[in-house]
Every structure is written in C-alpha cells, then in structure tokens.
C-alpha cells in the first residue's frame, strides 16, 4: 500500500499541472530561508558577538584568524548554515501548506474521478495547524540535531524523528479534508504502522539536498493517495461486516 502510493506520488511530481505550485513552493521556501538567515544573523551580531568577543579575547590565536569578528563571523555562519538545513523540511512545509489543498484537489479529481473531493480546510485552521506543524517539526529536529553528536545513532534519530512527524501530519492533511480531527486521529492511530512507513519515505525525500525543497508537495501527493487506499479499505471492511 504504501509504496504503491509512493510510486503515483513520484509520478505527480512530473505532473505540468502541478508545476506552478511546485515552483511558487520553492522559491517561497528560499525566500522564507533567506529571511531567517539574516534575521538570526542580524540577531547574533546584536545579541551575541559582544559576548563572544569578550570570551575569545584572553585567548591566542593563530595569524590566519585575522581579527576576533571574523572567527565570530565564521563560526556563526556555519552555525546558520546547519541550522538552516534543518529548517528546510518545516520552512517548506509550512508555506507549501497554502496550496496542498489545490495539490489534493488536483490528484482527488485526476485519480479518483468517480469519487467525491475533499473540503479544503477554513483559512484560520490552516493557519494554526500550519503554526502547530512548523513548531513541532522544529522541535524534533533540534533533538535529533543533538543526538548527530552520538555516533551510530544520528542518522537514525533524524530519521525516526521524521517518520513520525512528518507521516502524522501530512496523514492528518489528507484525512481531515473528509474528516474531522477526532476522525483523521483515529483513522491514523488504527495505520500508524503503514502512516509511519509512509512518514519514513518522506523523511528519506527530506534528507536529500536540494530534492528536499520537493518535500511537502511529495508528502502531500504521498498521503492523498495512502489516505485514500485506507479509506478504500475500510470501506470494504465495512461492507464485509
């Protein structure tokens, strides 16, 4: 089930039809890194360099490090460089969120023309799931991001972490386009299983450079289909019973 679904959510990918919202999802996602590189940057040189300075100053360092700003300098780009790769998955998820229900109509309606769509969900809830999804996928990563320091697990905890994040959400997002909340829940607590596999698939999508930036619509593609295999499924076992 899942990589039946995973192989029509690659196939979307090559879709003309989703090719604007894929290109507005990305170049929105850089712009919206960008914004947090010089926004932190901004905010480190005001509220930490002082500090800084004043910690490395009693030390002696090498004649190639020129002046104290520019360690400084170094040291907090590659600071934000690392945080900014782990904010790609979120970053991208938040903003791709404004067009996934146009993604999901368009796969509802192409794929599965003899069944109702989907209602896409009310503005404000968008906003506060979206809000809910950035600070949760945040968190998770800042823990895997400190477990990278433990050899033989890192990997592994970036990818546990965002199995489950990621297939819980974008689960969520397909499921409560025919459901309410408390439904979408329990439909995915009975597939946890198969909705992490899922999540795993798009955890692997999200480790890739640059590939990444495809996440969400990928994600979204996935869990439309999945969603749809499992309520099929159900279906059945309703008119079996």
Known sequence: MVIASARKALGELLDPALRQVLWKSIGLTLVGLIAIWFAVRYAVEWAALPYFEAFVAGFALPDWTGTVGLVAAIAAGIALAVGLAFLIGPVSAVIAGIFLDDVAEHIERQDYPGEPTGAPLPLGRSIVLGIKFFGVVVAGNLVALILLLVPGINLIAFLAVNAYLLGREYFQFAAMRFAGEADAN????????????????????????????????????????????????????????
């Open 186 to 241: 329990a439909l995915r607590s009975k597939y946890s299983g198969t909705v992490i596999m899922a999540g795993l698939l798009i955890a692997g999508f999200m480790a890739i450079p640059i590939v990444n930036l495809m996440t969400p619509l990928f994600g979204a593609a996935l869990m439309v289909h999945l969603h749809k295999a499992i309520a099929d499924r159900e279906a059945r076992s309703a008119t079996a019973a």
